[in-house]
């Protein structure tokens, strides 16, 4: 098989959740001399963070960013790594990025900052993000303004039980 072959074998069976056969493919694809871009990094770090393989997902995925500063989705997988390994400051850096470059990544960011504990001292940026990404969907439709509402509070009532369970 050709590098292409295994990196489209690879996509198949990371788009039907199976990432550790995805990683498999991807490393034949970059033995075999794939030309690296920041697509093909981005798809290779999220099947490591898929695995749990989070230094190896933060290493690839930054690839990406360096290679295409201004993909916002490689920021928000980042972001992902990062949360993952509790480096919740690094990871609020990376949402906020991928909500610069894309305004409309921010349910997403938001979906991922709910994980972000406040007791992790990042309290006043927790709200500064979701007070970003409301005022920018205020022009999209009602559902969308609930859902992030929705969201939101779910982030909060996450981290009160976080608090609250501490020693």
Not at 13 to 40: P, R
Not at 65 to 83: F, I, Q, R, T, W
Not at 94 to 102: G, V
């Amino acid at each position: 098989m050709k590098a292409q072959e295994y990196y489209e074998k690879g996509l198949a069976y990371q788009n039907d959740g199976f990432y550790s056969k995805a990683l498999i493919c991807y490393d034949a694809a970059t033995k075999l001399g794939l030309n690296i871009d920041n697509i093909v990094s981005y798809n290779i770090g999220i099947s490591y963070l898929n695995t749990g393989s989070y230094d190896e997902a933060i290493e690839w995925l930054i690839k990406s960013v360096k290679l295409n500063p201004d993909d916002a989705e490689a920021y928000c997988g980042l972001g992902s790594a990062y949360c993952s390994k509790m480096d919740y400051s690094q990871a609020i850096e990376c949402f906020e990025m991928a909500i610069r470059l894309k305004p409309d990544n921010a349910i997403k960011a938001m979906a991922y900052t709910k994980h972000i504990p406040i007791w992790a001292g990042f309290f006043q940026r927790y709200i500064k993000i979701m007070t970003k990404q409301l005022s920018i969907l205020k022009w999209q439709s009602n559902q969308t303004l609930i859902m992030c509402i929705i969201i939101a509070i779910w982030g909060i009532l996450i981290a009160v039980k976080e608090i609250m369970t501490m020693p």
